[in-house]
């Protein structure tokens, strides 16, 4: 029998002078819990918190509740997106009370095709609400909400319940959003091991 290894969804690295780098590599069941543990770890262990990178890359997304307890570290009381129904209803799902991040003054966020659904979610809550610049490439364009639903005999089908807005009420579905600064990683970058994305965030984060 193996022994199933669980990876945690949430990890972060001090990056020294004073940026904290999270990788969030999906939203599950787990994601909240091991994001408060992330932030606790982060406020006690880093003296000074200048800027925050959050990854976001290769996230195929997952609970949008989860997209929006995230956004709440960082600004509250306002839209992480926007539920439309099908009679074009318009509802809100704003953050709770902003938290430990509220005041750290720049955050960067690493996007790319394999960032879709709640990684869009926050992605663009985060540029909206807290001007976070994103770096990347383009998102995939996921902006449906769906509902599992399963019969009795075993089957299941994804029924299309809503679609998401972004706060500005803007539909990324098949369209992805677009990175404020545009990096590419080639297929070189991978081998050598390189990761120009990141390097761009850190680069943007010292010259401030």
Not at 88 to 115: C, E, H, M
Not at 151 to 172: E, M, R, Y
Not at 192 to 203: I, S, T
Request: glycine residues 10%; charged residues 25%; negative net charge.
């Amino acid at each position: 029998r193996r022994d199933i290894i669980k990876i945690a969804s949430v990890s972060w690295k001090d990056m020294g002078e004073g940026t904290a780098y999270i990788r969030i590599s999906r939203f599950g069941g787990e994601t909240n819990k091991e994001w408060d543990t992330a932030v606790n770890e982060i406020s006690v262990g880093m003296r000074e918190l200048d800027s925050i990178i959050i990854d976001v890359r290769g996230n195929p997304g997952g609970y949008l509740l989860s997209a929006a307890h995230i956004s709440s570290e960082f600004f509250g009381g306002k839209p992480v997106l926007y539920q439309e129904d099908a009679t074009g209803n318009q509802t809100p799902l704003n953050s709770d009370t902003a938290g430990s991040f509220k005041d750290v003054p720049r955050i960067y966020v690493l996007i790319d095709g394999g960032s879709a659904s709640a990684s869009e979610i926050l992605a663009a809550a985060l540029k909206a609400q807290v001007n976070a610049k994103l770096i990347g490439t383009k998102s995939f364009g996921k902006g449906t909400i769906q509902d599992a639903r399963d019969f009795g005999d075993g089957s299941g089908v994804h029924i299309t319940i809503a679609k998401w807005l972004t706060p500005d009420k803007v539909w990324v579905h098949k369209v992805g959003i677009e990175p404020d600064v545009v990096v590419e990683v080639t297929e070189q970058d991978i081998k050598d091991l390189k990761d120009p994305q990141l390097d761009a965030a850190l680069e943007l984060a010292k010259e401030l």
